[in-house]
């Protein structure tokens, strides 16, 4: 008995963990039987590469490495924690809420290729990581779309204006473009249901966000 993973994606700084973690509370009030888990996971030893990757080790642009092998090492991180962390508890019907999944390679690794190679790529992405790694596909993704410049500030804030504490792809501002426009694309290739997060110029509230993600996701865990 298979059960649901609902994958929340976004860029940088667009609040994936506040409303992964909103839906996760909601659902557990509900009575759900939920889990919630994040990627990267760098509670594990399997982020290791990311971890080089991230802090510069293979170059300080992202677009240093090779993206088929940025692909590899988030993938592997995924494989390691649905086989030690949460295949049981999905393979016996559990929902399962994820903070990112295989759905960021396909945005930040798209947003370093040629627009004219992304859907070679992300039919090579879908079968690596689905078919042949053999992780779960989501039942549902949701994308919080943010206007760039309000997730710049959102950061900013995080980080409280020191932009050293950044990653290398936090940093550059290029690469948040792009990002958004490889996001969009595969939103709409991917049928992913987005949710608009800015109104105005600012974000709309945590709470604003939460009730319509929860509308979206009502359908498949009922
Ligand atoms: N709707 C909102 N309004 C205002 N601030 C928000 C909202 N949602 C999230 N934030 C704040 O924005 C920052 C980024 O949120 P969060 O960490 O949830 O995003 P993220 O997408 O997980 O980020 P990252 O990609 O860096 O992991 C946090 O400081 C968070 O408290
Ligand atoms: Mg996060």
Redesign the pocket.
Known sequence: MKGKLIVIE??????????ATALYESLKNDGKNVIKVSFPDYSSQSAALINMYLSGQFGEDPDCVNPYAATAFYAVDRYASFQTKWKAHYESGGIVIA?RYTTSNAIHQCSKLPEDQWDSYLRWLFEFEYRYIAIPEPDKVIY?RVDPDVSQK??D??YDNDAAKKDIH?RSTDYLMRSRKAADYCADLLKWTIVE?TAAGS????ED?ASEVMAAIRKSVD
């Open positions: 976004g860029l940088d700084g667009s609040g994936k963990n506040t409303q903070d919080l959102l950061l804030k995080r936090e997060c974000m709309r509230s945590k966000i």
